[in-house]
């Protein structure tokens, strides 16, 4: 009987052996298991963390750039686009360049605008200066970088600076003068019984309904007696038409 108790042991000893061993092989596989289910977990955190940054990155940088159209000056002024241009520049004393930094902006206001200095600054660092001078109301105008800056191909504005000046008072002195235009030759008749000193014709070259440039041009008339007329040849708008925008007299 002793040995068969022997055996019976042994073989005991043996499954508790195997079972301890498989018992220790789960635990191990299951451990692994769960060490890979982290690791995923935690590479699937990583890469949901990286998506969100790289959205906010680009939501960051979108921000920071301008697209036209641009309302300015609490909406009054709208600068419709940015563009470049190849010719003639009438800001920059008509000087023939290409890619000319170049804007096209509206006078949405009810007032007469005197005087607008926008400065758009670019990404590439390069910054354009537009001066923009005696535009009515509800009036557009295609205007020029002053020193024929070029615009480089892709670059977007980052800012957009503007300081402006109205003028309620503006006038073509309706009550006194009869005005008429044909090209760039501006009639001036004397309406009125008096005689007008020192009459200043202000006025812009028009071309497809925008003013063309975004400085005006002022012409001077000594005198004009009662009943008479005086002609101006507006050399200025040979680009154009003249459009006459305001005068003032003594």
């Not at 042994?10 to 191990?28: D, P, T």
């Not at 060490?35 to 890469?47: F, Y």
Request: aromatic content about 8%.
């Amino acid at each position: 009987m002793r040995p068969t108790n022997t055996k019976r042991k042994l073989r005991l000893k043996r499954n508790v052996k195997l079972i301890l061993i498989g018992i220790l092989v789960l635990c191990i596989l299951g451990l692994i298991m769960m060490m890979t289910s982290l690791n995923n977990e935690s590479n699937q955190n990583d890469d949901l963390s990286n998506d969100v940054q790289q959205e906010i990155n680009s939501e960051q940088n979108t921000e920071q750039w301008i697209e036209f159209p641009y309302l300015v000056d609490d909406g009054k002024l709208e600068i419709v686009s940015l563009f470049q241009f190849t010719g003639f520049n009438p800001d920059d004393e008509n000087k023939e360049e290409k890619d000319i930094a170049s804007i096209q902006f509206v006078n949405h206001s009810d007032e007469y605008l005197e005087k607008a200095e926008i400065t758009i600054v670019m990404d590439d660092d390069s910054q354009f200066q537009f001066v923009i001078s005696d535009v009515p109301a509800h009036k557009s105008v295609v205007a020029f970088s002053t020193d024929s800056v070029k615009l480089a191909q892709g670059a977007s504005c980052v800012k957009v600076d503007v300081h402006t000046l109205y003028n309620s008072e503006a006038s073509c002195l309706q009550e006194d003068l009869k005005v008429s235009v044909d090209g760039i030759q501006i009639l001036l008749t004397n309406t009125s019984d008096k005689n007008l000193t020192n009459v200043q014709v202000i006025c812009h070259s028009i071309l497809d309904q925008d003013y063309f440039g975004g400085m005006s041009y002022t012409y001077q008339i000594e005198s004009i007696p009662a009943n008479e007329s005086a002609v101006i040849e507006a050399w200025d708008c040979f680009l154009g038409e003249s459009e006459v925008v305001r005068i003032t007299s003594d």
